[in-house]
């Protein structure tokens, strides 16, 4: 008699798109995720997608919904959001067109916009998930100053002669070397990705200190 083939249940895969508010010219990301992961995950991807050095605060937020990481300190009243650890993404992501703000570092508050675009079933492991598939230029400095601030960065190393443009210089060349706002890459971000979002993120202070 033959044995009944167990048939598994394939991921499904969302494709996100990802756009850092108030900056011109465009900072955008385009990744695909399985909805099975938490927003706590799809949080550490975006910080790796994006740029960003997972060093501040951040919040999900759609309407009355908030979706955030509770603070040890008790800041957040429990009844006031959702825990982005317990929270899966296909709760958030139900249909294409949905989307979700996301808030990263709440002094300079870089505000973001995430849309699911899309969705399929990848039915052979054709690639590794997450992935990025498309993107453009560099995200901001940390502690820049916001988007007003980045827009007066950016104004001032474009110009060698400008006043601030050594100060300015000295303080990327510590954290940001050879920094240029229109540089991205998709090779470099998905060999990060490979590693894994989590344990890049938990070597960045190593890398950065």
Known sequence: ?????????????LELYIELEH??????????????????????????????MHSHLFLFQSKDLVITEPSPDGDWPREEFEDARKTRVASVFVSPGDSIGYEYDFGDSWRHVVRFEREFVQKEHLFKIPRCIGGANACPPEDCGGPLGFADLKSIIAKPKSKNFREMS???????????PTEFSLGTV???????????LELMPLLYR
């Open 1 to 13: 008699m033959a044995k009944k083939v167990r048939k598994l249940k394939l991921p499904r895969i």
């Open 23 to 52: 900056t011109e010219p465009r900072v955008w990301r385009r990744v695909l995720v399985e909805d099975s992961i938490t927003m706590y995950e799809l949080h550490e991807i975006i910080q790796v997608v994006m740029g960003w």
């Open 170 to 180: 000295l303080w990327l060349e510590r954290y940001y070397p050879n920094y240029d």
């Open 190 to 200: 998905n060999k990060i990705l490979k590693i894994g979002a989590t344990k890049y």
